[in-house]
């Protein structure tokens, strides 16, 4: 049972780490696009971490009940479909509007 | 369409939704397993277009191809986020962002979601557009690296190419 909670605790601490970076990320980068960047990846395999995490949990915790850990499953499948999907819309929302592209060099905005 | 096809894909749809329901009710007693089928008995007929289209082939090879495709891009999906974190947490932060344009020869609308989508997941590059007819893609890449991983070696679209069974 303790391999089982090391294991758990490292996928929920790396999703936790990622989630942060992205986090991090969306207030360093200096403008619109590279800040999808940070939220598009690291939110990404953040939450599919975390919820792996959750899956291994209950999978040998409660071994009765596998249609949960299936359900998360899906989860995590429907987030990397979407997450990069979503990204891409507003990336494209952007791009038509107008939104001009920070360069190196410039200030950030 | 031809006949055959036709029931396939009613069937194939009817299969796939039953299985869905039975996973997400979890409950087994008579009502809800008759109620859950007759549900997606409806459904089926409604949209069996839908999910099976019957335009493509080689429907087996492509999925099987797609299913091997998965683990590298799942690894891809890793190194992309050690990449954005290292971007993020040096103090300099090393970002050069440029939009970079080029065609590809993918034409099928499945194959071109597939590429778009791993692009915006790989490593510092973000799908901006995709042009279907030409097959041209629009991408802004953060740094100078991962332009040239797309545009030079194209390891991603010879990938992609190879599981559609586009040349």
């Known amino acids: 049972m303790v391999i089982v909670h090391v294991v758990v605790t490292v996928l929920l601490g790396a999703g936790v780490f990622f989630t942060l970076v992205g986090s991090i990320g969306l207030l360093r980068f200096p403008d619109f696009y590279t800040r999808l960047h940070a939220t598009g990846k690291c939110d990404t395999l953040g939450a599919g971490l975390v919820i792996l995490g959750a899956m291994v949990y209950h999978f040998f915790q409660y071994p009765e009940t596998l249609l949960v850990p299936a359900k998360l499953a899906f989860l995590i499948l429907f987030i990397f479909i979407a997450n990069p999907t979503a990204t891409h819309a507003i990336m494209k929302a952007a791009y038509k509007t107008g939104v001009e592209p920070w360069r190196l060099g410039e200030e950030r905005r | ?167």
């Open chain 2, 1 to 167: 369409m031809r006949k055959g096809e036709k029931w396939f894909g009613l069937l194939f749809t009817f299969c796939v939704m039953a299985v869905f329901w039975v996973l997400l009710s979890g409950i087994f007693d008579a009502f809800h397993l008759i109620s859950g089928l007759v549900c997606c008995a409806i459904v089926a007929i409604i949209s069996r277009d839908l999910l099976v289209n019957g335009k493509s082939e080689n429907k087996l090879l492509k999925s099987l191809r797609l299913i091997m495709y998965i683990p590298w891009e799942l690894w891809q999906i890793v190194l992309a986020n050690i990449d954005v974190a290292y971007r993020v947490l040096h103090p300099k932060m090393p970002i050069d962002p440029l939009i970079i344009e080029f065609e590809t020869t993918l034409r099928g609308d499945f194959s071109l979601l597939t590429l778009a989508n791993s692009i915006t997941l790989t490593p510092g590059t973000i799908t901006i557009l995709v042009e279907p007819e030409r097959g041209k893609f629009w991408v802004h890449a953060i740094a100078k690296e991962p332009a040239d991983a797309l545009l030079v070696d194209q390891t991603m679209q010879r990938k992609v190419a190879n599981v559609f069974i586009e040349t």
